[in-house]
């Protein structure tokens, strides 16, 4: 793990214009990938906030949805609910009315995490499918172009809660983890494979996000507790594309919305 993270904040005016910054950031990144490896590889998150973002790449009347690369785009999970892809819970469910069913993706460039399976065997699954498809050999990780977080108002990030069994995972890929307090299974990457992603960022919105985001990158180190603070990239910068209510209690960025703060162990 690097010594100090940089971390890089991209701060927009509202939830409109965050869902659009993070359609422009997710087709950015692709296009940078397939110039350099002829594909990008990329894990996604549930939620409201990243759904506002699949619609507008979706939208052909977005530049987003013309921009990014499809043919050349494999789409993953970070985590899901253990529920059937039909349920609405299911993150792959989000994900395909919001923008799988309208864009040309196909069946065998997205990859589900299986939630109807048993956690166990839906974790050993995944972790089967991201050996084959990344070529993996022994202890190798796979190292996604872009990996997008986000975060909840107990600190976790992915499937990966406060004090769960998940947190002390570092040899496996893909686990299931068992949430106490919503009595739940998840099945989640890892964060050491998180950390390995070429492009890492987190995308919150919302005053209600103010408090935790500033105890997570500028409070004290305690990932028990905040399991967003496992979340340091190999490459040593993190990037939170935030609304400015979410951002209120960071560092202040500048007149154009962007700032950069270190946060040192």
């Known amino acids: 793990m690097p010594h100090s993270l940089k971390i890089e904040t ?49 939208d052909p009347a977005q530049p987003w949805c ?52 048993e956690p166990e065997v839906a974790a050993s699954r995944y972790e089967s499918l991201l050996r084959n498809t990344f070529r993996l050999e022994g202890a190798e990780t796979p190292r996604f172009d872009l990996i997008e977080l986000g975060m909840g108002p107990d600190g976790h990030t992915a499937s990966l809660f406060p004090h769960s069994a998940a947190l002390n995972e570092t040899g496996r890929l893909v686990v299931a983890n068992h949430v106490e307090n919503k009595d739940a299974w998840r099945v989640t990457l890892t964060w050491p494979v998180i950390n390995q992603g070429a492009s890492v960022f987190f995308l919150i919105g919302g005053a209600d996000k103010a408090q935790i985001l500033s105890e997570v990158f500028t409070g004290p180190r305690d990932t028990d507790r905040l399991p967003s603070q496992l979340i340091r990239p190999a490459k040593g910068i993190l990037t939170l594309i935030l609304d400015q209510a979410s951002a209120a209690l960071l560092p202040a960025t500048g007149g154009d919305g962007r700032g950069v703060f270190e946060r040192k162990e």
């Open 10 to 58: 991209i701060v927009v005016p509202d939830t409109d214009a965050l869902a659009a910054r993070a359609a422009q950031h997710f087709v950015e990144v692709a296009e940078a990938a397939v110039a350099a490896r002829g594909r990008a590889r990329i894990a996604i998150s549930g939620g409201s906030t990243p759904k506002a973002a699949f619609k507008l790449l979706a």
């Open 66 to 117: 013309v921009r990014m690369p499809w043919q050349r785009l494999e789409l993953f999970w970070v985590d899901e609910r253990c529920v059937p892809p039909d349920h609405p819970d299911s993150n792959y469910r989000m994900t395909r009315e919001a923008m799988l069913d309208h864009v040309p993706l196909a069946p065998d460039q997205v990859h589900r995490m299986e939630g109807e399976l």
